[in-house]
């Protein structure tokens, strides 16, 4: 089974970036928009697992969730991924409040090689993602809409749990299940 580790928005932060991806979507076929019901913000990508393994990923989800508090975060800003190319293979909207997902993100990474997952080589940059570039072509007008929103406010979300979240692979898109979640203290 494909899976990963995510926090769960809800309808309101949904609503405002489903509202923000239409107005960027010039009805091209060159970028691949994140669909509202898939909206998330992904800490930890595990990739394909045996069932085995989902109760010992459930430890450590457990452990962490105990020992960590609920939070507040802030999705303010656009841009992209490379940052500062004409060339953007993600569009993105930023999050602030990255010191508390920052250190959330390490402890799962640090529990999670210890059952042999391995780090995440690129260093956490706390973002939702709008959409995939799949060709340039006619990306223009999309990427100048982009950048005038790199400072608007999307919306705060109280994160009170974390999700483990299974993707399954469609042809329409990937399906998403929630294997289980923990909540914050």
Do not use: C
């Amino acid at each position: 089974m494909r899976t990963f580790i995510a926090i769960n928005l809800d309808p309101e932060i949904k609503k405002a970036l489903s509202l923000l991806i239409e107005e960027l979507d010039k009805g091209h076929k060159n970028i691949k928009w994140v669909r509202h019901k898939g909206m998330h913000l992904t800490f930890k990508f595990l990739g394909e697992i045996g069932r085995e393994k989902v109760p010992e990923v459930e430890n450590v989800l457990k452990m962490i969730s105990k020992k960590n508090d609920s939070f507040s975060m802030k999705f303010k800003g656009t841009g992209s991924f490379p940052s500062g190319t004409k060339n953007p293979r993600v569009l993105w909207v930023g999050i602030e409040e990255e010191e508390t997902l920052t250190a959330l993100q390490a402890q799962l990474e640090g529990e999670l090689e210890k059952l042999g997952f391995p780090r995440e080589r690129r260093k956490f940059h706390a973002h939702l993602t709008l959409g995939r570039v799949k060709s340039l072509f006619n990306i223009k007008e999309t990427l100048s809409l982009l950048e005038k929103y790199r400072d608007r406010d999307f919306g705060e979300l109280k994160v009170g749990k974390i999700s483990f979240i299974q993707s399954t692979l469609k042809p329409t898109g990937a399906e998403y299940s929630i294997l289980s979640e923990f909540e914050l203290k």
